[in-house]
C-alpha cells in the first residue's frame, strides 16, 4: 500500500475520533441560530441586549492561550474528557433558564469556552497533526467537514423539534447529542498517542520554549498575518446577504448564492487539506487568502452582475473553509510539538480580535458612508497584505533556526 494512503489504515483511529469530538464539541456553533428566535419571543429580550452575546468571542480570545497551554500540558483525553462532561451540563442549563438575561449570557460564555477551549480544535486536531505526515492536510479537511455536515444532516431535525417540543426539549436534545458523540470520541481515541505527547509538552524544555516561540519573527509574522486575514469575517457570518442585495441581486438568487458559500466552505476544506499534501505550505496560504481578496474587491467595486457576484462569494467560502486547515497546519509545521496547542490557541485568537475589531471597523464605516462599499474595498487591502505576508515565512523561519539550534526544522512534517 502506498504510504500515503497507509496512514489513514494505520492512524483511523486518531482521525475518526478528531471527527466525532469536533462534530460534538462545535456544532452548536451552526445551530445556535435555530433557538434565538424563540428565547426572544418568550422572555422579550430586545435586540440590543441579545447582540451582546456577541462579546463571548473576545472572553474566548482571552482564554484561548491559556487554554492552548493546559491542553500541552494535561494532553487531549483528559481534556476532551472535560469536554464530554461539562459541555452538556452547558446545554442543561440552557434548557432550565428562567427568563434572567444574565443567566443567559453567563451559559452562553461557559458554552463558547467549552466549543472554543477544551472541546474544539485544539484539543482534537492534536490526534491528527501526532501521527498523519503526508497525509495531513487532508485529514484535517476530513476532520474540520465533520461538524457542517452533522449539521446538515441534524439541523432540519432540530429546528422541527423545537417547533413542535419547545426550545427546552430542543437544549435536552442538544446535551444527549454532544454527550453520546463525545463519549464516542473518547472510545476511539487511541490512549498510547496521547500520553506520548502530554510526556513530552510537561518536559521543563518544552515549557521554556513557548516563550521563546512568542519572541520568534515567525510567531510574529503568522500573528499579524491572520489579523489582517480575518477583519471581514463579520460580514461572512452575519451579514453577507445584505451585502449581495446591496449589489441588486434579488433575493432568490441571494439565497442560492449563501448556498453557494457554503459549499465554498466544504469544498475549501477538502482542496486546501490536498494542497497542503502536494504544495509549499506559505503558497498554499498565500494563494487561499490572495484569491478572496480579489473577491472582496469585486463585492467592494459593485459589479451589478450575478455571475461575478457569485464568483466572488464563492472564493470567500473557500477561504473561510481552507483556513480551519490552514491555522491548524501551521502550528503543527513550524513549531515544536509541546506548544503546539499553545500556538494553535493563540493563533485562533488572533482570529477572534481581528474579527472583533472588523465589526467595529463595519459599525464606524457603515455609520459614515452608509453602505459595504469602503469596508470590503478596506478589507481586501487588509487581506492581500496578509497573503503576503505568508510568503515571507520560509526566509523568516530559517533564520530563526539558525538563531536557535533547539528549534524544529522547517518542513520537517515528521518532527510532530
Known sequence: MHPYMAEFRNHWRGLLSASLGLAAGTISNYVNNLFSPSLVAEFGWSKSEFALIGLTVLIAAVCLPVAGRVVDRVGTRRMAMAGVVGLPLVFLGLSAMTGSFLMFFCLSVLQMLFVSCIAG???????????????????????????????????????????????????????GFTAVFGLAALFVMPRIQDSQTALKATRPAAAGRYFEVLKGR????????????????????????????????????????????????????????????????????????????????????????????????????????????????????????????????????????????????????????????????????????????????????????????????VGDAGAV
Open 121 to 175: 480544535i485544539l484539543v482534537y486536531t492534536r490526534l491528527i497533526t501526532g501521527t498523519f505526515n503526508l497525509a495531513r492536510g487532508v485529514a484535517l479537511g476530513l476532520a474540520s467537514c465533520a461538524p457542517p455536515l452533522a449539521t446538515a444532516f441534524f439541523s432540519p431535525m432540530l429546528s422541527s423539534f423545537i417547533e413542535s417540543d419547545g426550545w427546552r426539549a430542543g437544549y435536552l436534545v442538544m446535551a
Open 218 to 409: 515567525t510567531f510574529q509574522i503568522l500573528f499579524l498575518a491572520l489579523i489582517l486575514c480575518n477583519l471581514h469575517f463579520t460580514v461572512l457570518t452575519t451579514q453577507l446577504k445584505v451585502v449581495v442585495l446591496e449589489r441588486g441581486v434579488s433575493s432568490e438568487t441571494g439565497a442560492l448564492m449563501i448556498s453557494l458559500f457554503a459549499i465554498g466552505v466544504v469544498a475549501g476544506r477538502i482542496a486546501c487539506g490536498l494542497a497542503l499534501d502536494r504544495f509549499s505550505t506559505h503558497l498554499v496560504s498565500a494563494v487561499s487568502f490572495g484569491i478572496p481578496a480579489v473577491g472582496l474587491a469585486v463585492l467592494a467595486s459593485g459589479v451589478p452582475t450575478p455571475l461575478v457576484i457569485g464568483a466572488g462569494i464563492l472564493s470567500l467560502g473557500l477561504a473561510m473553509g481552507a483556513e480551519g486547515d490552514l491555522v491548524v497546519y501551521l502550528a503543527a509545521k513550524y513549531f515544536p510539538a509541546g506548544v503546539f496547542s499553545s500556538v494553535l490557541g493563540l493563533f485562533t485568537a488572533a482570529m477572534a480580535i481581528s474579527a472583533t475589531l472588523g465589526a467595529l471597523i463595519l459599525s464606524v464605516s457603515l455609520n459614515q458612508f452608509g453602505h459595504y462599499g469602503p469596508f470590503l474595498g478596506l478589507t481586501s487591502v487588509t487581506m492581500a497584505l496578509g497573503a503576503l505576508l505568508f510568503l515571507l515565512v520560509p526566509r523568516i523561519a530559517g533564520s530563526d533556526d539558525k538563531a536557535d539550534p533547539h528549534a524544529v526544522p
